[in-house]
């Protein structure tokens, strides 16, 4: 009883804060959770929750997070590009991606970042995936593909980075960006099965970027597009177990799942809005709590 006493006295000391998450849909988000494991783990009295904004309503809702001096906010689909006209200033990074998912309040303004791109790179480094001289392939030309594309122009003498999207336009557009970025970026043809197949199993590295596998569809890699030594990463963390990484357990190749870019995007967001070290355990914990650790 008294030690309950002294922690929430203890507490109280400490600044109230409120995050929170916009986006639409927003129901399934796991967001609130990481974050507010991570910060009941650390005593803090800051609480985050999330916001169903439709598109239509982003310019108020924004109007009325600066109203109520919100200390910070993560921006999901659809408004991650949108954002940006509501904003009053931008990392550079978030800049150059041209989509921001986490919004700091600075003195009373709004600055937007990408921590997507954290979210890309830190499960590969953690790896030590050696960079140079290899073959990338990219699957998808969305705001994911172009962080990861921001976050790789920072790795050395990688030797190609193939990229394949159903819309050819955006296609170009995310192959100007990786040129833009000093990468050696080339496009394939969404249809050709073949040509996909030998570049796949070429690439040491391989990232889903679109939303295939959300609601269990075939990825259009199969198990014989993939060598023992490539490592698959699907962004896509529901089910954890997508198609495209039971196909890269099926060959034998290393796996990087869709959850570890949640992790570590939220893990950035947590260290830009409370600069303190985030913990990455705590968050992992609270979202093995919902669908278990996969083995
Ligand atoms: N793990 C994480 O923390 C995390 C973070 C961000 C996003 N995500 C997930 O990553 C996915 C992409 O996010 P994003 O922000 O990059 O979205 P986005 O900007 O809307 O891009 C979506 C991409 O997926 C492609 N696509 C969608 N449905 C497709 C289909 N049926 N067949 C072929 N291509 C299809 C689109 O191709 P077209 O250009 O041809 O339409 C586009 O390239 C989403 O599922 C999102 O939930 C995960």
Redesign the pocket.
């Known amino acids: 009883m008294n030690e309950d006493r002294t922690i929430n006295s203890k507490k109280l000391k400490k600044e109230f804060k409120t995050f929170c998450i916009i986006g639409d849909p927003i129901d399934h988000s796991l967001s609130p959770l990481i974050q507010n494991s991570a910060f009941d783990s650390l005593n803090l009295n800051y609480s985050y929750i999330a916001f169903k904004v439709p598109p239509l309503e982003l310019e108020e809702s924004i109007k009325s997070l600066k109203t109520i001096n919100i200390s910070g906010f993560n921006v999901t689909?659809p408004h991650?590009v949108n954002i940006i006209n509501h904003l009053d200033n931008l990392s550079d990074e978030a800049k150059v991606t041209g989509a921001v998912n986490t919004v700091k309040n600075e003195d009373g303004k709004f600055v937007g970042y990408n921590t997507?791109i954290n979210?890309i790179i830190t499960p590969l480094e953690e790896r030590q995936i050696n960079f140079k001289d290899i073959e990338i392939l990219i699957l998808?030309?969305?705001?994911?593909?172009r962080a990861a594309l921001v976050g790789l122009s920072k790795k050395k003498d990688i030797k190609k980075i193939n990229i394949v999207?159903?819309?050819q336009n955006?296609l170009d557009k995310v192959i100007d960006l990786g040129k833009g970025l000093g990468l050696r970026c080339n496009p394939l043809n969404y249809d050709d099965q073949k040509a996909l197949g030998e570049v796949s199993f070429n690439s040491k590295l391989i990232i889903n970027?679109?939303?295939?596998g959300?609601n269990n569809?075939s990825s259009p890699l199969k198990s014989n597009f993939m060598s023992k030594d490539a490592f698959v990463f699907d962004?896509?963390?529901r089910p954890v177990f997508t198609n495209l990484l039971n196909n890269a357990k099926e060959a034998g190749s290393n796996i990087i799942f869709?959850?570890e870019?949640?992790i570590h995007?939220g893990a950035k967001s947590f260290e830009l809005w409370t600069d303190m070290k985030a913990p990455i355990n705590v968050m992992k914990k609270a979202l093995f709590g919902i669908f278990g650790e996969p083995k």
């Open positions: 689909l991650k997507d979210g998808g030309a969305g705001g994911s593909c999207n159903r819309d955006k970027t679109t939303s295939i959300l569809e962004i896509v963390y869709g959850y870019m949640l995007q």
